[in-house]
């Protein structure tokens, strides 16, 4: 009970992180190339970026110790590392969303402690935008090979 309820979560939540990602990427973008000044706006929208997948990520956790894919991947993890499918859910999604989550908190991290506005809108975005290609790469996407409907209940 517990696994198909933290997998809806966890496939509902992604909408909050690309959505807080989107929202925090427009503002370093523009606040870079507009050569603006940092602003609250600026730092909330990375809190809430972060914060975001931080969530998704430690909901992910949970899943990765509970998960049927996870556990058969682990009875032969030889044998899974030959399966395209375990692979991806055993190790390629959970790394490229590790490196997305400690990319995204660098990122909030230097352009906080940055002395200028353009340094913390230049690190912040540089970090944003890597972790943010990272998460897109790793989504398993309808049209992907190891697909996931885009909403629980819709597609599969």
């Known amino acids: 009970m517990l696994f198909p309820f933290l997998k809806d979560t966890h496939s509902i939540l992604r909408w909050v992180v690309l959505l807080t990602a989107l929202w925090a990427l427009a503002r370093v973008w523009v606040g870079l190339l507009k ?5 609250k706006k600026d730092r909330i ?3 809430a970026f972060t914060s975001a997948l931080n969530l998704q990520f430690l909901i992910g956790i949970v899943l990765y110790g509970i998960s049927p894919l996870t556990k058969a991947a682990m009875a032969n993890f030889g044998a899974a590392m ?3 499918m375990l692979r991806f859910y055993a190790v390629e999604h959970p790394t490229m ?3 997305a989550v400690v990319l995204a908190q660098v990122g909030f991290s230097l ?3 940055h002395g200028t506005d353009r340094g913390k ?3 912040a975005a540089i970090f944003y935008t890597i972790a943010f290609v990272l998460i897109l790469a790793s989504i398993p996407w ?5 697909a996931r409907p885009l909403l629980p209940g819709f597609g599969g």
């Open 111 to 113: 352009s906080k402690r």
């Open 121 to 123: 809108f230049l690190r």
């Open 142 to 146: 309808p049209f992907s090979k190891y």
């Open 35 to 39: 050569n603006s000044n940092w602003s």
């Open 82 to 84: 030959k399966d395209g």
């Open 97 to 99: 969303m590790f490196l």
């Open 45 to 47: 929208a990375g809190v």
